[in-house]
């Protein structure tokens, strides 16, 4: 049961420009300007917001693959799926929001609440994108699907890909994915090819070759993949009883989260769900911060780097393919955008452990980026905040590894910075005999 007859279409993001599409049509930008398009929808719901509220959570009782969904859930705010039947779902979404009083007191607020989007099927908020991104790959009769990715938008796309029988092409830099990422890649069957470039160039390359065969592209300059992960900030909002907090923090790396963030805000509102918009704050890491850049210096358009660099390799992006829509989204929320050190990612990062939450290292700027923006008075430490943590602790264990033994360091121009573990728990050793292990635990 789907209660609507909304209208969806394809529409170019420049206003000058704004061509629209047929639904159907397989096309990443415009056809006449080269802009993002957006999943646009002329909304006709058949119940108020009230009501429609009030089925969304009811669904959660129904023990049906779209109904475990928290995305397809929410499909009355993704309306461009004419076949239900045909949808491709890992029972993505459905993330908990954690209150984190150790990461709150480490960023001097009052209270933080984290939502976990690692802890969806494969590990990271990208399987809320692939589920839309691989059923819309499916209705337009595609066989194969490919991306360029830091790692998680390829194991993703793995996953969503094997499930429905699709053929999948990863495209990865060289000897900068986490073994996490990788592995699971090459589990559910992806072909994986390993670029001798960086991410960048491993975007340009498969944009390229989408556009030249009729292999579908999956990266988030797809915005099917975005409309998924609209659902994360729907299902936020259900979490706090459509009543929003001040901010929602979230890492930013090729910015296609914070568009789809923005977008569901602004039709949440728009629709009668919310009352308010909450502020985002974007967080880039320092070696890779274009977007901040152009945030501070209140530039129009955005200079990429050339040589990004940071160990949250899932945010290691120079060229953001989103920057457009996001700069959209901070227009919206009123947001702002702040960066942050290999230092403070990674202290950040085991703070977040001590919750006895955990994450991946690109997800710990967001806690990073709290503290930062609380010292500098930005954020109040009364404001309500959501943070949103991206990635699971497990698909990087390197990086954790290194932290807690000291070991952690930054390559730059073949110069080495040493990251301290200022909180590092580094494992004991202790001869076979019990008085020994007594010594050694205090105990
Ligand atoms: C993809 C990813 C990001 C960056 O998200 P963008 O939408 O590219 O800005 C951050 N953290 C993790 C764990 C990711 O997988």
């Known amino acids: 049961m789907t209660l609507t007859n909304s209208e969806a279409y394809l529409l170019c993001i420049e206003p000058t420009c704004a061509k629209r599409y047929r639904i159907d049509e397989r096309l990443y930008t415009c056809s006449l300007c080269g802009a993002l398009l957006d999943v646009q929808y002329s909304f006709n719901l058949t119940s108020s917001a009230t009501q429609t509220k009030n089925i969304f959570r009811d669904r959660r009782t129904i023990d049906s693959d779209l109904e475990r969904s928290g995305v397809w859930r929410f499909r009355e705010l993704l309306p461009f799926v004419n076949d239900f039947s045909k949808v491709v779902t890992l029972s993505e979404g459905n993330t908990p929001i954690y209150r984190a009083p150790r990461s709150a007191e480490y960023a001097g607020l009052k209270e933080l609440r984290l939502k976990h989007q ?4 494969t590990g990271s908020f990208k399987d809320n994108g692939m589920t839309t991104g691989v059923t819309q790959a499916l209705a337009l009769g595609a066989s194969a699907v490919a991306c360029a990715s830091t790692g998680n938008t390829s194991a993703s796309m793995a996953a969503y890909a094997a499930r429905a029988g699709l053929r999948a092409f990863v495209f990865i830099p060289a000897d900068q994915i986490a073994y996490g990422k990788l592995s699971q890649s090459l589990e559910y069957g992806a072909r994986v090819i390993e670029i001798e470039g960086n991410f960048d160039d491993a975007m340009r390359l498969v944009r390229e070759l989408t556009q030249e065969t009729d ?11 975005l409309e998924g992960q609209k659902a994360i900030i729907i299902e936020m909002m259900e979490q706090c009883e459509w009543e929003p907090p001040d901010w929602i923090v979230l890492p930013g790396g090729n910015l296609g ?20 918009m909450p502020r985002l704050a974007v967080i880039q890491a320092e070696g890779a911060s274009p977007f901040y850049e152009m945030f501070r210096s209140s530039r129009e358009s955005l200079s990429p780097v050339a040589n990004p660099v940071t160990l949250a390799t899932a945010i290691r992006i120079g060229d953001p393919v989103s920057w457009k829509k996001a700069l959209r989204a901070i227009n919206w929320t009123n947001g702002v955008v702040e960066r942050v050190s290999e230092q403070e990612i990674a202290d950040a990062k085991a703070l ?3 919750d006895g939450i955990g994450c991946e290292p690109a997800s710990a700027a967001t806690l ?6 609380a010292q500098s008075g930005m954020i109040d430490k009364s404001d309500q905040v959501i943070g949103v943590l991206t990635g699971n602790l497990l698909k990087d264990p ?16 073949g110069m080495q910075h040493q990251i301290e573990g200022n909180f590092a728990n580094k494992p004991l050793r202790a001869a076979a005999n019990k008085e020994e292990i007594r010594r050694v635990l205090e105990i």
Do not use: C, M, Q, W
């Not at 292999?215 to 993949?225: A, C, G, K, M």
């Not at 990073?368 to 923006?373: E, P, R, Y």
């Open 118 to 121: 690692g802890l969806n099927p």
């Open 215 to 225: 292999v579908y592209l999956l990266n988030s300059i797809n915005p099917f993949r």
């Open 257 to 276: 989260n914070t568009s789809a963030f923005g977008k569901g805000l602004a039709e949440l509102k728009e629709l009668g769900f919310i009352d308010r």
């Open 352 to 354: 977040i452990g001590a």
């Open 368 to 373: 990073a980026g709290i503290k930062k923006l």
């Open 398 to 413: 390197n990086y954790t590894i290194r932290y807690h033994t000291g070991e952690l360091k930054l390559e730059e121009a």
